[in-house]
């Protein structure tokens, strides 16, 4: 059974441009969780979803940023005209059920760099 | 609103000594608990967790872990430190009914001595 996989695995972008981070969950997992890990802090939660549904976006910036998990295809975070402070590693988690105990199976991450 | 304290930003240990890393968290429902680690410029791996009964909970690589309700802790020790536990250690928390997503500590980094 595959991990979760998220690609790319490091971005380059310059500020303005867009950034599209790809993250498939486990097999039969139909959770998918969303954290960015700022230099020297902990992971922050960002958003929620099973498939078609954004159930909590209670940590996306409110402006640029943006998540979907279609019925069919990975699940994307969408970051627009990406700024400095967008430089972090983003990671995908998924579960195979939403509530409860909530264990999660993490992927490797995207690193994005702004330049 | 949950939250995760986990004290200090580094310990270091001689290899073969035991390992303590703190964490407290602060809940107003029952807790779910996790500790993670994480491997330089890798995702982050499930050490243990701690879900409902037996408060003290063994996890992979020798870990362990105590739920004090009373202290609101979640200790993590490993009685004798190896080299390859060198890396970041998180504590998180979820509650039930809260979409299960977790809510991290800043992590702690373990280095190992020889």
């Known amino acids: 059974n595959a991990g979760v996989m998220q690609n790319p695995r490091h971005l380059v972008r310059r500020r303005g441009q867009e950034a599209r981070l790809r993250c498939s969950p486990m097999?039969?997992?139909?959770?998918v969780y969303w954290y960015r890990q700022l230099p020297e802090e902990g992971l922050k939660f960002m958003v929620y979803?099973?498939?078609?549904?954004?159930?909590?976006e209670s940590g996306m910036p409110k402006e640029r940023f943006s998540a979907e998990f279609p019925k069919e295809g990975p699940s994307i975070l969408r970051i627009q005209q990406v700024v400095r402070g967008d430089s972090a590693a983003y990671f995908c988690?998924?579960?195979?059920?939403?509530?409860?105990?909530?264990?999660?199976?993490f992927g490797p991450g995207t690193r994005l760099t702004v330049t | 609103a949950q939250s995760v304290t986990q004290l200090g930003s580094h310990v270091s240990v001689s290899e073969g000594a035991l390992v303590l890393l703190r964490c407290n968290y602060s809940?107003?429902?029952?807790?779910?608990l996790f500790w993670y680690v994480q491997y330089p410029n890798q995702g982050l791996q499930l050490l243990l967790k701690?879900?409902?009964?037996?408060?003290l909970v063994k996890g992979i690589n020798g870990f362990e872990a105590e739920f004090k309700k009373s202290e609101t802790s979640f200790h993590l020790t490993k009685p004798s430190a190896h080299m390859s536990d060198a890396a970041e250690y998180f504590c998180?928390?979820?509650?039930?009914?809260?979409?299960?997503?977790?809510?991290f500590g800043k992590g702690i980094t373990l280095s190992v001595r020889p």
């Open positions: 988690a998924s579960s195979p059920q939403g509530t409860g105990y909530g264990e999660q199976y």
């Open positions: 097999k039969g997992h139909s959770h």
């Open positions: 979803l099973q498939k078609e549904n954004i159930i909590d």
């Open positions: 809940s107003s429902v029952p807790p779910y």
């Open positions: 701690y879900t409902t009964g037996a408060t």
């Open positions: 998180a928390v979820s509650v039930t009914g809260a979409n299960s997503k977790l809510t």
